[in-house]
């Protein structure tokens, strides 16, 4: 079993950044596969940013890329989004899942724990 805790979320104003973390207990951390998906109001659940067990190697979502970055801390199996330049259309519940396998990094499927999320409300 592996036990995902988001935190870092709130309201901020456009333009500011944020720094969402998700500590993560159970199974070994470093053996995980971590990524960030988002929800916002009526919409599906989607990609943000993904990291592979050494943290060597990272994806991003199209509509993040050169705002966001994902990092991961295996000392303290803690990964992390840092959020930039935030956006209104940032605004969603942001949830940290992992996966024990080599996802497909926009498959939700593919992703075998999740956290119950943390909200980012991004103001104009």
């Known amino acids: 079993q592996v036990q995902l805790v988001e935190s870092g979320g709130g309201l901020v104003q456009a333009g500011d950044s944020l720094r969402l973390s998700c500590a993560a207990s159970?199974?070994?951390?470093?053996?995980?596969?971590m990524g960030w998906f988002r929800q916002a109001p009526g919409k599906e659940r989607e990609f943000v940013a993904g990291?592979?067990?050494?943290?060597?190697?990272?994806a991003y979502a199209d509509s993040v890329k050169g705002r966001f970055t994902i990092s991961r801390d295996i000392g303290t199996n803690t990964v992390y989004l840092q959020m930039k330049s935030l956006l209104p259309q940032d605004t969603a519940v942001y949830y940290c899942?992992?996966?024990?396998?080599?996802?497909?990094?926009?498959?939700?499927?593919?992703?075998?724990?999740w956290g119950r999320g943390t909200q980012v409300t991004v103001s104009s």
């Open positions: 899942a992992a996966a024990l396998g080599i996802p497909d990094w926009s498959r939700r499927d593919d992703y075998d724990y």
């Open positions: 159970g199974r070994t951390f470093s053996r995980q596969v």
């Open positions: 990291i592979t067990r050494s943290g060597t190697s990272t």
